[in-house]
């Protein structure tokens, strides 16, 4: 099967008022396949939000793609004209960032922008538009979505502008849908309801998903695989199920001894403190050789210190960055 | 012992419009009672739009009560007027969720956690600096940002002073609003470290907000379930969130994502 998307060595980098260039994404490399779910675990500072504007070159003014190639359908985005890529987003991929308040127009009711989006990239007359755009939310909203349609968004719960934002992500019938940190915000009821509008979406349609969040949790029973990214680089990518349960990179393991125990009552007394991963996130401005996980790891070597290293194969489809695998 | 605070039957309702002609009321609290005993945690949770923000404001003396009463320390919080009122505010002091909307981003972290003592009207300009750089200390921030704008800071470090500015002025109760929410997961459990030895170092009760049931099985001595402005069950923290009696209990923890169980097995406890 040929893959959806194919990035190699997507290198992204931001510049300084004062000039100083920070790398932001350094060799991050994963393909996709048609109907894949892809789940991008990371914290703040991980990249992670710049990888998904990346893809489609949504940097701001000083971002840039330093080197490195995304082929979507065959076609290298990152040289695609101006013209191909309008095209190409809303249209053969979907994006779904945060903060569904701030993605939405204030005064305009949610039927004209899912609407506004059709008419964006079809040629569609007014009652064709009208029926799409009927038929659309009523995907995401089983029940009235004539009301909704003419609601404003502030009229609407967290849940349900999330669901506008689906609405507006799949109105072409795109293979690719990029979310970032989809469900942030939304109570854990809620929470389920946009997952399984997801899982639906993936059966009905086909679509792919990269499926951006800091919650482990929330990939547990959606992701296929999960790509953890820590200081722009690609520590880990494996089965979902496997990465979860036997996380092979220092960071992922610690990062998952983070999570406060599982809800059942086992009798055990009350841990009066969670593990912790000792440090901050780093600093990506400063300049530095080795592991950029190495300052943090309980598990670190000489070789460490002075290089970084590159992904090595440590299981069926699981591959992983670190020298506790090398050779 | 007397409890550190106790709410009794408080309902908090807003006018609504329900056509052009009626005004209906809409009860965002409902003949809400609970106590927390001093230098407990208790978890309040629910879903969205449940009424636990409006009950923290309502604590909080932000928000005034439609009906029932509060007590802090014995003392009818709902009777007293308003000058006696704000003598009684520096004991209760909120968490926000977001640090970036809670906190001037202009402002530096020693301008923040100063804040409450020149509101209050307390202490030198000497006195202050030392004791603004004291609370930072308490909360791990390296005093080398104190200087920094607060807009430079990340999540962690944010959350963090916002959590020093309600130390200032020596709170008995601290009401965290959906306080870890909006942090990294390993971040979270930092903030939630400190949270436990502040607890015990200062000797502080905690109103915990969260739709979070794990943190809240983690951190809290008691629960209180929300649903629609009502308290629905409570209860010591572990037995609630193993065996829940009420719908609403069952239905978000069936909710909760966990790593190993796809949400769709029938939750087991």
């Known amino acids: 099967m040929k893959p959806l998307l194919e990035v190699e060595s997507l290198h992204v980098s931001y510049s300084a008022r004062t000039g100083e260039v920070c790398p932001a994404l350094a060799g991050v490399n994963f393909s996709l396949n048609p109907g894949e779910i892809l789940g991008v675990l990371g914290e703040s500072g991980s990249g992670k939000s710049t990888l998904a504007s990346s893809l489609l070159r949504l940097l701001p003014a000083n971002g840039k793609v330093e080197k490195g190639s995304v082929h979507f359908e065959g076609k290298n985005l990152l040289e695609a004209s101006a013209h191909d890529l309008r095209k190409i987003r809303g249209g053969r991929v979907g994006l779904i960032f945060q903060e569904p308040t701030s993605s939405l127009h204030p005064t305009l009711q949610v039927g004209r922008q899912v609407s506004d989006v059709l008419a964006a990239h079809e040629n569609l007359d007014r009652l064709a538009l009208q029926q799409k755009t009927s038929n659309l939310l009523a995907s995401v909203f089983p029940a009235d979505a004539d009301r909704i349609s003419r609601s404003y968004p502030h009229e609407l719960s967290g849940g349900q502008r999330q669901r506008v934002l689906i609405a507006q992500a799949t109105a072409c019938s795109p293979s690719l849908i990029i979310a970032d940190e989809p469900t942030a915000s939304l109570d854990p009821t809620t929470q389920q309801e946009i997952v399984q509008l997801f899982r639906a979406l993936r059966q009905n349609l086909g679509l792919a998903m990269i499926l951006i969040t800091h919650n482990p949790a929330l990939l547990a029973g959606l992701a296929d695989r999960i790509l953890v990214l820590y200081a722009g680089r690609v520590a880990e990518i494996g089965p979902t199920s496997r990465v979860l349960s036997s996380p092979q990179h220092p960071y992922t393991a610690a990062l998952l001894r983070c999570l406060p125990s599982h809800l059942a009552d086992d009798g055990a007394p009350r841990k009066p403190r969670l593990n912790i991963i000792p440090g901050d996130a780093p600093d990506l401005s400063l300049q530095g050789t080795g592991c950029r996980f190495e300052p943090r790891c309980t598990e670190r070597m000489e070789v460490c210190i002075l290089n970084e290293p590159a992904p090595v194969v440590s299981g069926e489809l699981h591959e992983v960055s670190c020298f506790k695998f090398a050779g | ?269």
């Open chain 2, 1 to 269: 012992m007397q409890p550190l605070l106790k709410v009794e039957n408080l309902g908090k309702q807003y006018p609504a419009r329900k056509s052009a002609r009626a005004i209906d009321n809409f009860a965002a609290l409902d003949a809400v009672s609970f106590s927390i005993a001093p230098q407990t945690t208790l978890a309040l949770v629910g879903e969205s739009g449940s009424g636990k923000s409006t009950l923290a404001l309502c604590i909080a003396c932000l928000e005034t009560p439609t009906s029932g009463k509060i007590f802090f320390e014995g003392i009818d919080v709902t009777a007293l007027d308003q000058n006696r009122q704000l003598l009684l505010r520096p004991q209760i002091q909120l968490v926000f969720q977001d640090p970036a909307s809670s906190l001037n981003p202009r402002w530096t972290a020693l301008d923040i956690v100063s804040e409450p003592f020149l509101v209050q009207r307390r202490f030198s300009k000497p006195d202050r600096a030392v004791r603004a750089l004291q609370l930072l200390d308490r909360v791990a921030l390296p005093r080398k940002l104190a200087g920094r704008p607060v807009g430079e800071l990340s999540g962690g470090q944010k959350q963090r002073l916002a959590i020093a500015r309600a130390l200032a002025l020596e709170p008995k109760l601290i009401i965290l609003d959906e306080a870890l929410s909006a942090l990294d997961c390993s971040v979270q459990a930092q903030i939630a470290n400190l949270l436990v030895e502040l607890q015990s170092s200062l000797g502080l009760t905690y109103l915990f907000i969260t739709h979070d049931l794990a943190m809240a099985a983690h951190l809290a001595d008691h629960v209180a379930v929300i649903q629609r402005g009502r308290i629905v069950e409570s209860g010591p923290a572990r037995k609630i969130l193993s065996s829940p009696t009420h719908d609403a209990t069952r239905s978000l923890l069936a909710a909760t994502p966990r790593l190993f169980e796809s949400p769709r097995e029938p939750v087991s406890f």
